[in-house]
Nanobody, 121 residues
C-alpha cells in the first residue's frame, strides 16, 4: 500500500535551517506530484509547497517563498523541503502528501504521519 514517511524535523533556532525528507513506497513515485503541508498550533492545515512529477512546476505559499525550497529525487522515491531563515511561526507538524495526478492542481489522496518542527531559542 501507499506509504509516506517524513523525517528531518526537530528543534532549531530562529534563523536556522532544517531539511525535511519524505520517502514514499507502494506506488510509482515519479508519476505523481507531491506536496508539503503543515499543521500549525491553533490553526488549520496549511499548504506549504508543491512540486509536479516532472519538477517543472513548483509552488510556494507566501510564508514559504524565498525561504523554503522543495525538490524531489525520483530515483530515491524522496521529496525534500529545505527550510532556511526559520521563524517561530514555522513551528508545526509537517506532512508530505501524494497528489492524484502529476499536477499539483489535483487533489491529494495519501498523507504521511508528519514530522515535528519546533523553532525556538
Amino acid at each position: 500500500q501507499v506509504q509516506l514517511v517524513e523525517s528531518g524535523g526537530g528543534l532549531a533556532q530562529p534563523g536556522g535551517s532544517l531539511r525535511l525528507s519524505c520517502v514514499a513506497s507502494g506506488f510509482t513515485f515519479g508519476n505523481y506530484a507531491k506536496t508539503w503541508a503543515r499543521q500549525v498550533p491553533g490553526k488549520g492545515l496549511e499548504w506549504v509547497s508543491g512540486i509536479s512529477s516532472d519538477v517543472r512546476v513548483t509552488y510556494y505559499t507566501g510564508a514559504a517563498k524565498g525561504r523554503f525550497t522543495i525538490s524531489r529525487d525520483n530515483a530515491k522515491n524522496t521529496v525534500y523541503l529545505e527550510m532556511n531563515s526559520l521563524k517561530p511561526e514555522d513551528t508545526g507538524l509537517y506532512y508530505c502528501a501524494k497528489h492524484l495526478t502529476n499536477s499539483i492542481a489535483s487533489g491529494m489522496d495519501s498523507w504521511g504521519k508528519g514530522t515535528l518542527v519546533t523553532i525556538s531559542s
